[in-house]
């Protein structure tokens, strides 16, 4: 799931086991996290780290809503009477604020007990599923190898039958990206209405890197001179472009996009929802996007640690993007501290002049900063990995955007875009 900043204030997503998970997908850049933590480290956010947390982020959101998010790794893992005791604290400590809970989840734990619990307490859940067996199970085996399949499958029906909201994630890799129309219509076949697609992009590591735990290379500097933090003893910002075996071909991405879209234009529009179509219509109906990698700058989306360590971002969890620890530091300060405006405002002032002059920047904003390990034509360091693909999709996208932009702004259904297909 895709970070969402607030246009109210900040938003700091919870992972209570870490990196921690019961699959073993290839392409998992949070898998490797573990290696940041001694031999034996236990693995479980603790009591007093989750009243820290929920008593302290509630109190630095100045807006009637807060949005806790729930993340791993795979956060079912620490059980559900962890959850009990989450939102019982949340109740303690809303102060008049309404609260919601975002869980996601690869579904293969969700029991009737999780379902009950969810639907009671009105979470939103995302569940991870690829498409097809045959598609999902290339790179989401679990820890012995074992097709994860059927047992995603069964939490999706649980979640059903309980009445949970919830949506489906895919992640696109080299494995799946041939076959955008297949596993979006296996998606609606299941009953899945809210979809997101997430791009798989990962370099190969350096040897230093490779020494120290690190399955994938570390993201680009951001100017990490800027931020008044150590830099790192390893970096790889000058070293070659070595993707990883699962990472998407930047223009493949562009035409999986496509070909859903062109399928969801024609038939599913107000029926099914796909969040990345839903991010594209914000932009051209000129609103802020709630997705954190389209939106001009970054950096109020921040990570809590199962330690409560607090970091800069979730693809940024290495120790020279550490802010604090929600136990001892207020969240609105560490998020608004000299750092993190740095870090959030690196996004816009490293944009290349490609970026600066293109036309889809309005909607794109150069992605998110992990990604921009490429060069321009003309040898300027910093453009997006995605960048062939992205502009093939917003290309391809503009005539139709365009007319439901139109007719949303009539206040009319976008709906009717359909009779135009």
Not at 61 to 68: L, M, T
Not at 121 to 140: I, M, Q, T, Y
Not at 213 to 220: K, Y
Not at 282 to 308: M, N, Y
Request: charged share 20%.
């Amino acid at each position: 799931m895709t970070s969402t900043t607030s246009l109210t204030g900040i938003h700091l997503m919870a992972k209570p086991v870490g990196a921690l998970c019961n699959l073993d997908c290839g392409y998992c850049f949070y898998l490797e996290k573990e290696s940041q933590y001694p031999a034996r480290h236990r693995f479980r956010m603790q009591d007093d780290v989750l009243e820290a947390y929920v008593r302290r982020y509630i109190a630095s959101v100045h807006a009637p809503v807060v949005e806790f998010t729930w993340q791993g790794g795979e956060p079912t893992l620490i059980g559900l009477d962890f959850f009990e005791r989450a939102v019982a604290l949340q109740r303690l400590h809303a102060g008049g604020k309404r609260i919601a809970n975002t869980l996601q989840t690869n579904g293969t734990l969700i029991d009737d007990r999780w379902g009950e619990f969810l639907a009671r307490e009105k979470f939103l859940v995302g569940v991870s599923l690829d498409g097809p067996r045959e598609l999902n199970d290339v790179a989401r085996p679990d820890k012995q190898g074992r097709s994860s399949y059927d047992d995603v499958l069964r939490g999706m029906a649980v979640l059903a039958s309980h009445g949970v909201d919830f949506n489906v994630l895919v992640t696109v890799s080299s494995a799946n990206v041939d076959h955008p129309l297949e596993i979006y219509r296996h998606l609606k076949a299941v009953g899945a209405q809210f979809i997101q697609f997430n791009p798989v992009v990962e370099r190969e590591p350096v040897a230093a890197e490779a020494a120290i735990g690190l399955h994938f290379a570390v993201p680009p500097s951001l100017g990490k001179a800027s931020l008044s933090v150590p830099a790192r003893a390893v970096t790889n910002d000058a070293a070659p472009v070595r993707v990883t075996p699962h990472t998407v071909p930047s223009v493949a991405y562009g035409d999986f996009l496509n070909a859903v879209f062109d399928e969801w234009v024609r038939a599913d529009v107000g029926t099914v929802h796909v969040m990345n179509f839903e991010w594209a219509l914000a932009s051209w109906c000129q609103l802020p996007t709630s997705a954190c990698i389209f939106s001009p700058r970054c950096g109020k989306a921040g990570i809590v640690e199962h330690d409560g360590s607090v970091y800069s971002c979730d693809h940024f969890m290495y120790p020279e993007y550490k802010l604090g620890n929600i136990a001892t530091d207020d969240p609105a300060r560490l998020l608004d501290s000299p750092a993190q405006r740095a870090f959030g405002a690196a996004k816009e002032t490293t944009l290349p002049g490609d970026c600066l002059r293109c036309d889809f920047r309005f909607a794109c904003n150069g992605e998110c900063p992990k990604n921009r390990f490429i060069e321009t034509a003309d040898g300027e360091p910093g453009l997006n990995y995605l960048c062939a693909g992205y502009k093939k999709y917003f290309n391809h996208i503009t005539p139709a955007m365009n007319r439901i932009a139109a007719l949303v702004s009539a206040g009319r259904s976008a709906a009717e875009v359909m009779r135009q297909h």
